[in-house]
């Protein structure tokens, strides 16, 4: 495989690695997570302007890696893909610009970084899916991510059943 052939992987892997490597980071550390942050969202622009060129030029990208027997997860770089790719990647760069500013005195700002870049990881996958079962795999990522998230943090202050509550009202003596 040529350098051209792990393209989509790579720019999937900057939102990823990015939002993991967040994670790990204090709060303190704000300098080291806007770097972070504003060289994940750059590499992904620089990766995207790439294929975008070879697009124009009519080449696709592709990376097949096994999954599961004979299913392989595939990531596809087309015009159409490249679109959504691109408008994906431009908006992470553009609102983390503003992000690291609106959030600058605010809590749990590694936390917001981190699911923040994994969801960007989870919106170019779907884009770039080159099959079914590569969709499925990003698109329970991006919805498991933003469901667990939501119930999961819950309010400040509230109880510790409010986030259940909220996300699961029918079933929440069942599933609590």
Sequence with gaps: MTMHDWLPLLTLLTSLLTGLLIFFLREQQVRARSFLNMTGAGLKLVFVAIMLWGSFHGRSYETRLPLLGRTDLVLRADALAMLFVGLSSLLWFLTTIYVIGYLEKSPNR?????????????????????????????????????????????????????????CFPRFHREIC
């Design 110 to 166: 590694s936390r917001f970084f981190g699911f923040f870049s994994i969801c960007v990881t989870a919106t170019v996958g779907i884009a770039l899916a080159g099959n079914l079962p590569t969709f499925i795999v990003f698109y329970g990522a991006d919805g498991g991510r933003s469901c667990w998230v939501a119930c999961l943090a819950g309010p400040s202050g509230a109880e510790p059943d409010a986030p259940a509550k909220a």
